[in-house]
């Protein structure tokens, strides 16, 4: 490999190939696209949609797996889905949502948390599948940071209106999915023409089957799902979408506020599992 290869980067802005010791990136211009702050390996996965679906993805399967450690179901009960559903006490500890939670025990934090806990195998699977297939289109159209945003804070706005609504107990990453989703439905009407038509028709069809999902199925969430989706397009019409703007840097502060929230709400989920069941 030749010094000029091995010097050689992705500028964290525009991904496109420069050299490490370009002063500015000469296509986008960001300043010293080379340093570590900006070229690091979590700027690098975010500049990848895959690579940022699968982090989200393995962080909702830790939880999974640590709600299951915790669980006091006994094993083996009910089946192979039973026996892969933690209890209730263990997702409550993690930081499940809803008045309980909040109103009883404080936990405002669970607002964010709640987004990484399942109730079972086929509620994460479920998931998870609409993650994959959603969130490469919002990052496709917004911007890796601009998705980290309308996922957080769309996950946050459904279940505050859930709790609003008086939901006692919730869980599950459905909202902050059905944030994306309302953005998609924003970007789609918003940008017109056979292409915005075409992803406004894609994703319309989610939000009916999303709604026939919670009239036939109960136990499921509509009011988590409808304000999910409602914050989505809220936040795609604030935040705008890459044909009306580039992302900048108060988008990457917004994205790292949520990040820092999300870990500090997740790791007192943990602290409060181990002092509940330790």
């Known amino acids: 490999m030749s010094d000029a290869e091995r010097r050689s980067i992705l500028c964290p802005n525009c991904r496109r190939l420069i050299s490490r010791d370009e002063a500015a990136c000469p296509y986008c211009g960001t300043a010293r696209p080379g340093s570590w702050l900006k070229n690091n390996p ?104 601009r998705m980290i945003s309308i996922y957080t804070i769309g996950g946050v706005c459904g279940y505050l209106v859930s709790y609003v609504a008086g939901v006692g107990y919730t869980i599950g990453a459905s909202a902050a999915v059905c944030g994306l989703i309302g953005s998609l439905l924003y970007y789609g009407k918003s940008r017109g023409g056979v292409y915005g038509q075409a992803v406004f028709r894609e994703v319309g069809g989610w939000v009916v089957g999303l709604f026939l999902f919670g009239l036939l199925v109960p136990g499921i969430n509509n009011w988590g799902h409808g304000g999910g989706i409602v914050g989505g397009i809220i936040l795609g019409f604030v935040l705008g979408y890459r044909e009306r703007r580039g992302e900048n840097l108060l988008d990457k502060f917004l994205a790292g506020v949520c990040v820092l929230a999300t870990v500090v709400a997740l790791c007192l989920g943990l602290v409060s599992a181990w002092v509940t069941f330790a």
């Open 42 to 145: 979590f700027t690098r996965s975010v500049g990848s949609a895959e690579q940022l679906v699968k982090i989200i993805i393995t962080v909702n399967v830790v939880m999974f797996v640590v709600s299951l450690l915790v669980s006091r179901r006994p094993s083996g009960m009910g089946g192979i889905f039973t026996a892969l559903s933690p209890d209730w006490r263990s997702l409550l500890a993690l930081g499940a949502t809803g008045v309980i939670p909040i109103d009883r025990y404080g936990r405002f934090w669970s607002l964010l948390s709640a987004n990484y806990l399942h109730g079972g195998l086929l509620h994460i699977l479920f998931n998870m599948m609409a993650l994959r297939q959603i969130a490469p289109l919002v990052v496709q159209e917004y911007g890796a940071w």
